[in-house]
Each structure stands twice: as C-alpha cells, then as structure tokens.
C-alpha cells in the first residue's frame, strides 16, 4: 500500500493524540514553556535528519523566510493560541467547534488565495462534516458546566484568531512552499514558531517544567509522533493533495480523541457521538472523492 493511501488514517491517528498529550502536559509545565521546549527540540530533530540524510536545503533566501514565516503561523501562532485559550478558560467541547472550522474556512479562503476551486460535492461535504461535529459534541454545549462562556470571553477570541491562523498557514504552505526538501522546510519552520513562543513565555510565564515522567513522555511523543510525524504526513498531504481535502481531515479529529478517550480513560461513546462521527465520516468522503476519482483516471 502507498503512502498517498496510508498517510490521512496515519495523519489522523497522530494528529489526535494531540488533544492528549495537552490534557497530560498541562498539568506539568506552562504552555508556552512547553511548546518553545517541543519547538526547540523539534528543529533540532529535523536538523539532524536533514544531515543524515544529506537533504537540501532552500537555494534562495525568500524560500528560507518562507519557511520560517509560514512555521509563526502553521505551528507557533496556532499552537500557542490554541493552548492558552484552554488554560485560560475555554471548555473543550467549544475548542473542539472551532477546531472544526478549519475546512471552512480554507475551503473559503482556498479561491481567493490559491486559486482551489471547489465542486459543489466538495463543498456540501465540508458542511456536512461540520454538521456531525456539531451532532458530536452537542451534550457538551448543552451542559451547564460548559454553557457559561461569558468568563472566557478574551481566550475564545484567542482560540478563534488561532484557527485563522492555522488556516492562513495551510494556504500559505500551498502557495509558496510546493517546492524543495519538506524536511528542511519543517526545520525552518519550527525555528519561526520558536521565534514566537519562547519570548511569550519569557514574557508571561516562569518556564515551569517539572520534570516528571510523564511529562518527558508527553514532550517526547510531541517531538517524534507529533511534530516530526503529524506534521511531516501534514506537510506532505498539502503538498499532494487539495488543501481543502487536507484540512477536511481535520473533522476525523475530535471523534478519533473520544474514542481514544473511551480507551485510556473510560469516557461514554454517547449516541450523538457515534451518529456525528459516521456523518463526519461521509463528508469527509465526499471532499475526497472528486480527488481520488483524478488519480485513479491518471489526471
């Protein structure tokens, strides 16, 4: 089997252990401390497979700010928001509504910016998966221990620009980024997103970091499965693919955390769960299917 089958189910599966991690990571360092350590070791890594591997490295410097440009946006400036906004606040099952925006927002922002145009299919298919999330997640805004949001208003701005912010990133990835080694790329990339959150964290946090096992655990499943895999497969499903088709990827996210949830922690699988995540799961075909259909016919 090809990497161009494997690596949406891989991106998926890795991608949603993020949620994870933070909830373990949270309750050991502050965020931004933690993601400059992640961001830091994370370059590191790149760079030494760059070496082994003898990769190149951009030619011209508007590539290399490029690069580190669009790594504030795709990974610091997304990361650090989305972060923040949750220690500060917002309740997971809104998190969750917002993170679901993405495909909508670069499926609406992909014309004016990358010249991506959509089918009509494509485009009821990112409703569609909208429309399961919200189905998913809806015990959660009916609960009166997460309906009050008027303490949070400032973190939920946050988490919103944040969304912006990754989805500015994925179209600028597509635009500017479509050519060149995707390992020295992400190198540079975590250099920008460093760039943005360790003076944060200088600024507005202690560097509390303390040390236990399982945070080491969850910095070290944020450098290698997260960082280095969820965002090398990301990188590379951008570059092959529609972007709309790799963002709608984003929709399998909070129905994959809730079932890895029910593994590790024992959470319910409600039953507006399990009928979101089976009309997720066929819009997120839908906004596939037109691409699938170009590579079996050789287009």
């Known amino acids: 089997m090809t990497l161009d089958r494997l690596a949406p189910a891989l991106f998926v599966l890795l991608w949603s252990t993020g949620w994870v991690v933070a909830k373990y990571a949270a309750l050991h360092s502050e ?3 933690f993601l400059s350590i992640r961001y830091g070791l994370s370059a590191l890594a790149f760079l030494a497979l760059c070496v082994v591997a003898r990769a190149q490295w951009p030619t011209s410097r508007a590539t290399w700010l490029r690069a580190v440009y669009s790594g504030f946006f795709l990974h610091g400036f997304y990361l650090a928001g989305l972060w923040w906004a949750i220690a500060n606040g917002v309740p997971a099952g809104i998190s969750g509504i917002i993170a679901a925006l993405q495909p909508l927002m670069t499926a609406m922002a992909a014309p004016f910016l990358v010249g991506e145009r959509l089918q009509q299919t494509q485009k009821f298919g990112l409703a569609l998966g909208f429309i399961g999330i ?4 809806s015990p959660k805004l009916i609960d009166p221990a997460t309906a009050d949001l ?3 208003a400032l973190p939920l701005a946050v988490n919103l620009i944040a969304m912006g912010s990754v989805t500015y990133g994925t179209l600028y990835q597509k635009k500017h980024l479509q050519s060149g080694d995707l390992r020295t790329i992400a190198t540079l990339q975590y250099v920008g997103a460093l760039i943005l959150t360790l003076p944060l964290s200088l600024i507005f946090e202690h560097q509390h970091f303390d040390g236990a096992a399982r945070a ?8 290698f499965g997260l960082s280095m895999g969820g965002v090398g497969l990301l990188l590379y499903l951008i570059r092959r693919g529609q972007v709309s088709r790799a963002a709608s990827l984003i929709y399998l996210m909070p129905p994959a955390v809730a079932l890895e949830a029910f593994i590790a922690f024992g959470e319910p699988l409600t039953l507006p769960l399990v009928l979101g995540t089976m009309i997720v799961v066929t819009g997120v075909y839908l906004t596939n299917r037109r691409v699938v259909q170009q590579a079996q016919a050789g287009v």
């Open 31 to 33: 965020p931004f401390t």
């Open 134 to 137: 919200a189905i998913a997640i």
């Open 150 to 152: 008027g303490h949070a």
């Open 216 to 223: 080491y655990a969850a910095l070290a499943w944020s450098v």
